[in-house]
C-alpha cells in the first residue's frame, strides 16, 4: 500500500476513536484507487448487500442481475422455490451468461458456446465436450455465493463461508415489528445510475441535514432538515435513527404507535442498505458501487397487503406509476446534487468539513467503514 493510502486508511481509522472527529471522509476517500480496490474487498467481498426485494423474484425461474463493485451476481428464485446466488461467469472461456437486469428465465445459456446452466448454477450440458475426458460435468456449476431473505428482503453476500445475516438483525427486527414487514407488498419499483462514488449516495442517505437545500418543495414540508434527529447505533453494522414528522401519520391497517406515528424511521444496515418507514409506507433503497465514482440505486416502496385488497389491475398499475414518478422526481434532487460533489472531490480546495448536529449517522456510517476496512481476514462482524 502506498504510503498515501496509509494515511488515507489511518484518517479513517481515526472514527473509531474514543472522541471521533466530526469531520466528513477525506475529499480522497471517494477518489483514490488504492482505497476502492480495498473496499472491494475488505467491504463489498464481505458484507451483506440488500439487492432486491422477494416480489422482484416472486415465481421460479424469477431472476436479478447486477454487479456488486466491479463483481457480476446473479440471484435466482429456484424451482425449489429457494433463493440461489452465483457468479454468471460460464466456466467455460469467462462469458457472462446473463446481462445485468432482471428477468424470467428456466435456465441460462451462454452467448458464446451455448453451455446452458440451471436456475441453481449446475452446469446442465455442455456441447461438443464428451472427449474431453479431463472436463467432469457434474462438478461443473457457477460459483456459489450466500444469499438470505430477511422478512421480504434480499441480500447477497460474496463470501459465502459468511456468518448468518438474520442474528445481526433481531434489534432492528423488534423495532420493525408494527409495520409488519411480511405482509408489505413492493408497488413501485426503481434501478438508477448516479454518477458518483457509491459514499455520497449513502452519507447523504443517513442524514435528512440535506432535505433543505436538495427537497425544498418535496420532503421539507414533512420531513424538515431542522427536525429533531436521533440515533441508536448499538447493533453491530446496523442502526436506527428517526426524525421527527411534520404531522403524524394516521393508519389504516398497521398497529403503529405514538412514536412510530410520529417519526420517519430509517434503519441502516451496513454498507449500502436502507429502509425508511414512515406511517404505512416503507421504502427500501441500496446504493451499490458499480465502479469508484458510478453508483447503482435499486429501490423501491412497499405498503401493507391488505391496502391493495379489492384494486383492478388498472387502480395497481396507476398506483405503480404514481410511486414511480414520485420516485423518480426525489432521486433526481439528489442525483443532482450528488453529482455536483462528486465533480469536486479532484479540487486542490476539497476539504473535509466539520458535521452538524444534525449528522450523526453519518459519523457511524464512517465508523463501521473504518470497521470493515481495518477487519483482518475472516472477522465478521468484528467487535464493536
Ligand atoms: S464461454 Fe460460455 S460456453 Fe464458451
Ligand atoms: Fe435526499
Same mark, same amino acid.
Given at each position: ?68 463493485? *466491479? ?87 460474496? *463470501? ?105 424511521? *430509517? ?118
Amino acid at each position: 500500500m502506498s504510503p498515501e493510502a496509509s494515511e488515507l486508511l489511518a484518517e479513517i481509522g481515526g472514527y473509531l476513536t474514543e472522541d471521533p472527529p466530526a469531520l466528513s471522509l477525506p475529499p480522497r476517500a471517494f477518489a483514490s484507487d488504492e482505497l476502492y480496490e480495498l473496499e472491494r474487498h475488505k467491504v463489498f467481498g464481505r458484507s451483506w448487500v440488500l439487492i432486491a426485494h422477494t416480489d422482484q423474484l416472486s415465481t421460479p425461474g424469477d431472476y436479478v442481475s447486477l454487479t456488486i463493485a *466491479d463483481e457480476l451476481v446473479l440471484v435466482t428464485r429456484g424451482k425449489d422455490g429457494g433463493l440461489h446466488a452465483m457468479s454468471p461467469i460460464c466456466r467455460h472461456r469467462m462469458m457472462p451468461v446473463v446481462d445485468t437486469g432482471a428477468g424470467h428465465t428456466d435456465r441460462f445459456t451462454c452467448p458464446y458456446h451455448l453451455w446452458r446452466y440451471g436456475l441453481d448454477g449446475k452446469l446442465i450440458g455442455a456441447t461438443y465436450m464428451r472427449r474431453n475426458e479431463a472436463f467432469d460435468p457434474a462438478a461443473c456449476r457457477l460459483p456459489a455465493f450466500a444469499v438470505e431473505e430477511w422478512h421480504g428482503f434480499v441480500f447477497v453476500n460474496l *463470501d459465502d463461508t459468511v456468518e448468518a445475516l438474520a442474528p445481526h438483525l433481531s434489534r432492528i427486527e423488534n423495532d420493525l415489528v408494527n409495520y409488519r414487514l411480511d405482509e408489505m407488498v413492493l408497488v413501485g419499483e426503481w434501478v438508477e445510475e448516479w454518477h458518483c462514488n457509491w459514499k455520497i449516495a449513502v452519507e447523504n442517505a443517513h442524514e435528512n441535514y440535506h432535505v433543505m437545500g436538495f427537497h425544498p418543495e418535496t420532503l421539507e414540508p414533512s420531513t424538515p432538515g431542522r427536525s429533531d434527529t436521533d440515533l441508536r447505533d448499538d447493533t453491530p453494522w446496523a442502526l436506527r435513527f428517526r426524525i421527527r414528522l411534520t404531522e403524524p401519520q394516521q393508519p389504516t391497517v398497521l398497529p403503529l404507535d405514538d412514536d412510530e406515528k410520529a417519526h420517519l424511521y *430509517d434503519f441502516f444496515v451496513f454498507p449500502t442498505g436502507s429502509l425508511a418507514a414512515a406511517g404505512e409506507t416503507l421504502i427500501w433503497l441500496s446504493m451499490i458501487p458499480l465502479s469508484i465514482d458510478r453508483t447503482q440505486v435499486r429501490g423501491g416502496m412497499l405498503v401493507p397487503g391488505a391496502q391493495l385488497q379489492g384494486m383492478s389491475e388498472a387502480e395497481l398499475k396507476e398506483m405503480r406509476e404514481g410511486v414511480e414518478s414520485y420516485a423518480a422526481m426525489i432521486n433526481a434532487e439528489d442525483r443532482r446534487g450528488l453529482e455536483a460533489v462528486q465533480r469536486s472531490v479532484g479540487s486542490r480546495f476539497a476539504a473535509r468539513g466539520h458535521l452538524s448536529p444534525k449528522e450523526p449517522a453519518v459519523i457511524s456510517f464512517y465508523q463501521n467503514l473504518a470497521r470493515a476496512l481495518l477487519r483482518s481476514d475472516g472477522e465478521w462482524p468484528g467487535a464493536l
